[in-house]
């Protein structure tokens, strides 16, 4: 090879080698920034778990220092990947009841870090019009609901609730998984036209605080009595991520704080910009939230 020829080689190598460190360091960049410790947070695309991951991204990205990264999943895989240590915490799990299959699967692998939100509640709710008000009525008002009941996503506990509810109470109706923006749609559309619809709902949510709704009575107790939502984090997240896990422990919301919350995200569909602006609102309850040096 001549001198020229080796020379331009070098150069075109040189800015080849340039280019690919100068993309490394850009991609680097986008997904840990330097100096500060990461987080990783699972959530399922519920109004309340939304509201509580993206409140508890923006104060420990803001106040506390970290970065923060969050992953919308099925329950199911939200569940697998704490236990595995593939994410920090979780916190939505519904306990005793809603959750209680995935504790008993994965309960030696996660540590429960304590009660976000006291008084929660599952079952089947209906617009306060609808005027039958037992779940023990639904087959005789099968026409009036087109014999359908409104679901969320399927691997979600009230989703099995619901499935015992339709074998316990022998319902003649189909239950049709989505999600919970596709259910609140459903039920949205249903007000508005006055028709009757039942869907699977919870409380805390902003669907309460939007429209007139009531839960069926549940004589049989399938869905169980009044539950607390759970913070639970992966097993080690104590010893690795001590004031992370300390700031979770404290991080805890009433029901008027939480569907506050809820409300501002539904109506601007931007959680992070909701919750920065929540937070300005409510400064003193956040800062006790965090952990003394």
Not at 12 to 39: E, F, N
Not at 56 to 72: F, I, P, R, S
Not at 103 to 124: C, H, N, P, Q, W
Not at 219 to 229: D, M, R, S
């Amino acid at each position: 090879m001549s001198k020229q020829k080796t020379k331009w080689f070098m150069l075109v190598m040189v800015a080849i080698l340039s280019t690919a460190l100068l993309l490394a360091g850009c991609g680097k960049s986008d997904t840990a920034q330097p100096g500060k410790k990461v987080v990783k947070f699972g959530y399922v695309n519920w109004a309340e778990g939304v509201a509580m991951t993206h409140l508890a991204k923006v104060v420990l990205e803001d106040k506390m220092g970290y970065q923060v990264e969050t992953t919308m999943a099925d329950v199911a895989p939200v569940f697998t990947s704490v236990a595995n240590g593939d994410y920090d915490a979780f916190l939505d799990a519904w306990l005793p009841v809603t959750h209680e299959s995935y504790m008993k699967e994965y309960g030696d692998k996660l540590v429960d870090l304590g009660v976000s939100f006291t008084g929660a509640r599952i079952g089947l709710v209906v617009p306060e019009y609808v005027t039958i008000n037992s779940i023990e009525e639904l087959n005789a008002a099968k026409d009036r609901f087109e014999g359908k009941l409104i679901g969320i996503d399927s691997g979600a506990g009230i989703m099995k609730a619901t499935d015992k509810a339709i074998q316990d109470y022998q319902l003649q109706y189909q239950l049709l998984p989505g999600s919970g923006p596709a259910m609140t749609a459903s039920l949205k559309d249903a007000v508005e036209k006055q028709e009757w619809v039942a869907v699977t709902g919870w409380k805390p949510h902003w669907m309460f605080a939007t429209w007139k709704l009531k839960f069926l009575e549940d004589p049989k107790g399938v869905y169980g009595n009044v539950e607390n939502i759970h913070i639970v984090g992966r097993k080690n997240i104590e010893q690795d991520l001590p004031e992370v896990a300390a700031f979770l422990k404290n991080f805890k919301l009433n029901d008027q704080q939480l569907g506050s919350l809820m409300g501002m995200i539904a109506e601007s569909d931007d959680p992070v910009k909701s919750a920065k602006e929540w937070v300005k609102n409510n400064e003193e309850l956040v800062n006790s939230w965090i952990p003394k040096k």
